[in-house]
């Protein structure tokens, strides 16, 4: 058993504590261990995606427990691909955040690193309700992350974050409650084996439960009429807290994935793709609404907001598809969205800082300082959301509309893409009119001077974005293999319940 | 016993849901609770409903699941600290805005006043002191 699959969970969870033990009043240290425990925990998650690339998912049991009764982690290259996301996200968010950000309030570092414990165990595990708690890890550290700095505005924005996720959660629970009753297990693969078998007169109990635990993940990913609770969070919290959200989103389309990919997929018998029905309207709405919110924003944090929740759509479109094609292009876009997102939103985190009174509402200005620098790394980032060349957003969107051709609304899909691409841009071009073309003079008094860490992070970032445009053959390849191997029912049941001759021995003792 | 539990959970759902669509925090955080009382209730009861039997399998004895009761400790555990976060989140929220509705449109969420923490000067360790 490889014992390296838990790390991605303990490594940050161990620097929570240590940062908070230890570290409690002294932030220059803080900022050091936490910098280098999310390296090294980029590092520890490509290591995971070598060690992955072989294609055979490996389980790892908790405590050795056997499959069906402990705890499994489980790491495949989907898991793989989304820790090595998380780990780059949170580096550069890291970076960012140690400019002084991490200052305006209490314990960021350790929150940030709670949050990480959170998002990677939700991506390694292989059983249903430690995806609940994990879920649960990773929102408990997002309040705080959301309120970091305070402010009544964040504060009431923060109190309807918790209360929605509270109601989801009971949602979870109440859908996890329903699977355990009607199928008797909740680890992942023992429910693949079981979903299949469940009699008939159960069939509708556990329909509900499916699409209970649907609606949650609906909500984690945004999706239409679910959204609402995003475009004020991700518009009141600070620029580091809503960049390191944007794992969060895709937290939720993954988790859409791997239950309704794996345990509800293709195979599932009667309950076959029992989500599919409603994840490619629900995305095309959303992106419709999304796009609409970007054209009609006030502020850059609303604007940049609305664009997450229109790249929610467009990937939740191919997500929606559940067969390879579409899954590889939506986790093509995935890459994309999030570090595109998270670039625009350190942005507008500068741009509110160095406009003073006006903050990043969208009203001309006296100039910032660093006006043009800021306003190209502003261009550059809204050519990646938009999905212009040669960002990667255009090989992305191509390669979703590529995608839905085997839909059967395929032109009504594509013309809304296109029409909703056309819009996007409108709205960054006013936007970004508005922000740096339409300054007055530099006004009088002191300004901020931009602090080199914080842009370092964001060219990161958008480097990366180009770097996924000219990795693109690569990463094709990659996802494809990902795509086929997340929709593998058997290779998945076998990584984990062992091979199927073995199996009824073990299960017999 | 099945319906009884059954009307009780659903009145707890019913009582929760009425509470939490209510526009001030406090009938909203007690909507919570209601709401996660009915869960916990319910979780448990997807074990199946049983009396006086011990959570161990024996061989020649019924017995009754104990893995929804592990679950319902966790899920105790986490709507405990979650009830405790979103109050003083709620009371936070009134001390500083001097009031407990709970709606907020977009404009005003967006919109951060020129006093607000995030003009602070980048790394004033003053900061760090005056926020909880």
Known sequence: MNNWIIMPAVLPAFTAAFLLLTLRHRPQAQRIVSIVATALGLLVAIGLAVEASDGVPQAYRLGDWPAPFGIVLVLDLLSATMLVL?????????????????????????????????????????????????????????????????????????????????????????????????????????????????????????????????????TKAALVPLHWWLPATYAATSAPAAAMFMIMTKVGAYAILRVYGLVFGAE??????????????????????????????????????????????????????????????????????????????????????????????????????????????????????????????????????????????????????????LALT?????????????????????????????????????????????AAGPAMDWMDATARQSLDRAGYVEAVLGPTNTRSAGLGE | MEMLVASAIGLMTATGLFLILQGRSFPVIVGLTFLSYAVNAFLFAMGRLTINLPPIITPDAAYTDPLPQA?????????????????VLGLRGFLETGSDRTDLSLAEAAKEPAAAPDSDPAGTPAGEATRA
């Not at chain 1, 924003?297 to 479109?317: D, N, P």
């Not at chain 1, 190209?376 to 959301?385: I, R, S, T, Y």
């Open chain 1, 86 to 218: 998380t780990g780059v996200l949170s580096l550069c968010v890291v970076l960012y955040a140690a400019a002084g950000w991490d200052r305006r309030g209490q314990h960021f570092h350790t929150l940030l690193q709670f949050q990480l414990l959170g998002i990677n165990g939700a991506f390694l595990t292989g059983d249903v309700f430690n995806l609940f708690v994990f879920f649960e890890v990773m929102l408990i550290a997002s309040y705080g992350l959301m309120l970091h700095g305070g402010g009544p505005a964040r504060l009431k924005a923060g109190f309807h974050y918790v209360a929605i996720n509270l109601i989801a959660s009971a949602l979870f629970l109440i859908g996890v409650g329903l699977i355990y009753a009607v199928t008797g297990t909740l680890n992942m693969a023992d429910l693949a084996m079981k979903v299949p078998e469940v009699a008939p007169a159960d069939q509708g109990l556990l329909k509900a439960g499916a699409l209970l635990l649907f609606l949650v993940f609906a």
């Open chain 2, 71 to 87: 679950l319902v400790l966790t899920a105790i555990v986490i709507s405990f600290g979650m009830t405790a976060l979103i109050v």
């Open chain 1, 426 to 470: 409108l709205g960054f071009v006013r936007a970004g009119a508005v922000l740096f073309w339409a300054s007055g003079p530099p006004g009088v008094g002191p300004r901020r001077r931009l602090a080199p860490l914080p842009i370092t992070a964001i060219v990161l970032l958008l480097a990366l974005t180009g770097a996924w445009t000219g």
């Open chain 1, 268 to 421: 599932a018998g009667a309950l076959a793709l029992v989500a599919a029905p409603f994840v490619l309207p629900a995305a095309v709405v959303t992106l419709l609404l999304g796009t609409v919110g970007v054209v009609g924003s006030r502020s850059l944090r609303g604007l940049s907001a609305f664009a997450i929740v229109a790249s929610m759509g467009t990937l939740l479109i191919a997500l929606g598809l559940f067969d390879e094609t579409g899954v590889s292009a939506a986790l093509y876009y995935i890459v994309h969205s999030s570090l595109a997102g998270a670039a625009l939103f350190l942005l507008a985190g500068l741009v509110l800082e160095g406009r003073g009174a006006v903050g990043d509402r969208l009203l001309p200005a006296p100039a910032m300082r660093g006006e043009i620098l800021v306003g190209g790394l502003f261009l550059l980032c809204a050519v990646a959301m938009v999905g212009l060349p040669p960002l990667s957003g255009f090989l992305g969107k191509v390669m979703i509309l590529e995608a839905v051709r085997s839909s059967a609304g395929w032109p009504w899909i594509w013309a809304l893409i296109l029409g909703a691409s």
